[in-house]
Structure formats: C-alpha cells, structure tokens
C-alpha cells in the first residue's frame, strides 16, 4: 500500500478542449509559440487582473515560485517567522526555509481541516512576518477572522488559491483576502499548462521588490507565451466549469448522506457566500466505520476506476523538528496525515452517472 501513498497515478487530465486547440493553432501561425513576448501573456495577465480586480499579476514558472517570490516581496528572510498549517502543500513549507524563514506550524479546523484561525495567537511571536493560507481539497480558510488578525498585528497574508482559481470565499474572488494572491497552472490543476503560475496583488511596491528578484536580463522565472495561449480559453470556461463540479459535489454529497465514516469538507459548506472551487474534494475517512486502513480502502475504491487517494502527509510528521516551531501537538493536523482522503477533480465535470459510480465503488 505504500506505494500507493507515495506514488499515486493521475486521472487523465486535461480533457480534450477544441478551444484550445485553436488557441494553439493561433500561436504557430503568429509565431508567438517562439517568441520571448506577444499578446498571449499580455492577455492572460489582463484577464486574471480583470478576474481578481488586482492590478497587478506576475506570471511564473511554477505556484511554488509565486510563493517564493511572494516571500520575497514581503521582505521576508532570516529572522521571521511565517505562520502556515501544518496540513498544507509541502512547498508551501519549503519556500518558507528557501528565503530563511521559520514555518511555524499551527492545527488544522477539525470540521473543514483549514488552517484554524483560533490558533493564530498562540503561534505570533515578536518575529512573525507572515501568514500563508491556503484554501485545500474544497474547504476554505475563515479568511475574514484571518485577515483581521493580521491587520490588528501588522502581518502580511499570502493566499494560496491555487486549489481553486475563481472560487468566491467568503465574498471575495480567491486570492483577494491576501497582500499577495497565487495561483498554479500545473499539470494537474484547474488551468492547466503543465506548469506555470501567478500572483495576484494591488500592491505596487510587492511587485516591484519581486521584479528585482525575476529580472536578471531577462525574466528568470518565466511562464511563456505558448503556455498563456492555452491558459487564455480556459479562463473562458472557468465559471462554467467551476460551477458543474460544484453541481456535481451537491449532487455526490446527497449520495453519500446515508454513508457512514466518511465526512466531507464542505458538508454545509456549499451556500452562502462562499463558492469553493474543487481541485480535489477532501474527506475525513474513519477506519473504524469501515473497519479498514485509509491506504487500503484508497486502493480499493482506485482498482474500481475512481481517483480517490490519501491527502498530504502533515508537516511536522515529514520535517525535522528543528525546521520549524509548533503551536501545541497538533492533533488534527495528525488526524488529517492518517484519514484524509482526496478525490480528483476530473470527474467532476462527468455525468450524473460518473458521480453515481463514485457511490456505487464506496458501497
Ligand atoms: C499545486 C499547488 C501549489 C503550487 O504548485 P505548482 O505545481 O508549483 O504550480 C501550491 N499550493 C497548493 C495548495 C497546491 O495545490
């Protein structure tokens, strides 16, 4: 089974897109598929400054480059402390060590398994910089009581959408709680080009402190013209395809009601204020209920054709303990390392009967 949790096999993502086919046909014959700058990157930039109502976006290479960068536009180095949950993308973490901070890790909500906004206070020191809030599997993060804890202590916020680009949190698009919002165009993500990345911000000096990092004669972290072009229709369909898998995880979620020792993120997530957007839908699987591991029921429910695996490891589980400091033991944040399980988003833009068939592979 540890192979499984190390190395899972991705569903089939991108879908065949005729819009992007099209896009790409556009870019071979202008040429822009070779060239340094054209219209694609100045576009897709126009566009998620449109969507974000930020005026300024950076394009990168990577997300996990945006957030370095996004680091580093906040001044953040030796000495500071970055707050980030201990449940998180393990770059996240990682980029805090690369510009020579200390991640300090706090628990996760033991409901939606987001950062827990309560354990803010306990984790500030006179050396906290920042925080990092990141919006995973469908749940989002209370970024409203967030954001206040930051302004009442002077500290920056970085957004981590790139889970879900163009989902409404609380009332604001993805991204727009932080100084600085970041997106990914990875392979496997929402919008994809393979690779890339961007942030979002209204902050003028960011911007400018992280054009000294990327331009160095040219621009060192660079997302191309040929990876705009197929971003550009993407973003043409991102609400309708946001608001499908939406649909479709209502619609799963009415399914699974009578499933025991399976409870989702956004169980009474799905109204209000917030539309979540779903790169993965997380569930806290209990192994008790099923009477089985996590791992093996994972492997059980993938050989029935579904794309259901374990979640992140936890990063004081797969980080020496003199990486970081911690809040307290982390307990849920230990939960969510053993029982979290991820669906994959590619079905959720299927039929009515690919949901079904979800149920039908737990039953
Ligand atoms: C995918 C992802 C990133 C960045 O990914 P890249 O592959 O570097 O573009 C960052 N944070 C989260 C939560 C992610 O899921």
Redesign the pocket.
Known sequence: MSDLHDNPQPPAWPLPDEAVEAALRRAFADGSWGKYHGPNCRELSERLSELHGCEHVVLTC??????ELALRGLRIGPGDEVILSAY??E??FKNVLAVGAQPVLVDVDSVNGQLDTAQLEAARSPRTKAIIA???HGGVVAMPALRAFADQHGLAVIE?A??MPGAIVQGRIAGTWGDVG????????LLTAG???ALVTRNAEIVQRIRVQTQRGNDAYPLSELQAAVLVPQLDRLAERNQLRTENVSRLLGLLTDVAGLSCFVESGLSGDTKPGF??LGFWFDSATFGCSRDDFACVIRAAGIALDPGFRALHRTHARGRYRAVNDLPHATRADDSILVLHHPVLLGTAEDVQAIRAAIK
Request: glycine residues 20%; contains cysteine.
């Open positions: 990577s997300g996990t480059a945006a957030v998180d993308f770059g996240n990141s919006h995973l981590d790139c889970q970041v997106l990914s165009f990875g392979g496997s993500k690779r890339g990345g790169y993965k």
